[in-house]
């Protein structure tokens, strides 16, 4: 049972990513998707999140900016970041809560992945 996050890098300010999180041992279609980060510092905050249902939303100071999609048949859950500004500077992570393969329930973090903007 495993996220696999990637795609952070250094940008500069204006810069996009895409990062992506791709996920094994859990039931893909049934489990609700979701981005946080991690400012230095900081508490880990909800970024978005993208439901069974492929509805998404994110956090309004990214709304315009940010995008959650997910393709079920990869496994896999991305997030677009565009127009970064240096205060989206930090580890981003993926999470899964939903059903696992081997049965019952889970709540489960990827590793993370650091997106750095230059300003």
């Known amino acids: 049972v495993q996220l696999q996050a990637s795609g952070g890098g250094l940008v500069q300010n204006g810069g996009s990513l895409r990062l992506s999180c791709t996920a094994s041992?859990?039931?893909?279609?049934?489990?609700?998707m979701s981005w946080y980060r991690q400012a230095p510092g900081k508490e880990r905050d909800l970024v978005g999140f993208?439901?069974?249902?492929?509805?998404?939303d994110v956090i309004d100071s990214v709304k315009g900016r940010f995008t959650i999609s997910r393709d079920n048949a990869m496994n896999t859950v991305w997030l677009q970041v565009n127009s970064l500004k240096p205060e989206d500077t930090a580890v981003y992570y993926c999470?899964?809560?939903?059903?696992?393969?081997?049965?019952?329930?889970?709540?489960?973090w990827g590793q993370g992945t650091q997106v750095t903007v230059s300003s």
């Open positions: 993208i439901n069974t249902g492929n509805h998404s």
């Open positions: 999470s899964a809560r939903g059903p696992l393969q081997s049965g019952g329930f889970g709540s489960l």
């Open positions: 041992g859990i039931i893909f279609n049934l489990n609700i």
